[in-house]
């Protein structure tokens, strides 16, 4: 059998979340700069636990998050590396999903940081491509609903 006919199908999504904080945009930015409040609010859902974190937030510099579901094992690994970091205003980055030890999906990230006064639009826009048969409608629905959990969760840390 041909090996390129059974290879999973591969699909694609994109989407964009805006969310306003009552922060100045330089924190904002520390929200995903720094590594300690980072690991306050990207993190898995419930269930979860960190087993490996590191982040270095410039250019050709990478993040890795790796972790853990106790109920039944299942892994979960995030890397990413940075291809634009403009300090308080854009980071564009790319990022790999593995999903018990399977490569999920590749994506293009871009986080805006508009300043508007004492307060932060922050505007996130992902263009994911699914290389594990993912159907691209419902991953990439699956995917805004749980970015967009992670977005609510630095409104707390700000």
Request: glycine share 8%.
């Amino acid at each position: 059998m041909n090996a390129a006919l059974s290879a999973p199908t591969t699909s694609h999504g994109d989407f964009t979340i805006d969310r306003v904080y009552d922060a100045a945009a330089q924190d904002v930015w520390a929200a995903w700069a720094d590594p300690a409040v980072k690991a306050r609010w990207f993190i898995g859902p419930e269930g979860w636990a960190e087993a490996e974190r590191t982040l270095d937030v410039r250019v050709g510099a990478t993040e890795i998050l790796r972790g853990r579901f106790a109920h039944n094992d299942f892994e979960t690994l995030f890397t990413a590396r940075y291809h634009l970091v403009e300090p308080g205003a854009r980071l564009v980055y790319v990022y790999d999903m593995h999903l018990a030890g399977r490569h999920h999906s590749v994506s293009v990230a871009t986080v805006e940081f508009i300043a508007d006064g004492a307060r932060t639009r922050l505007r996130f826009t992902e263009q994911v491509t699914f290389v594990d048969g993912t159907d691209g409608r419902e991953g990439t629905a699956s995917r805004q609903r749980g970015t967009a959990a992670h977005l609510d969760r630095i409104a707390g840390v700000l």
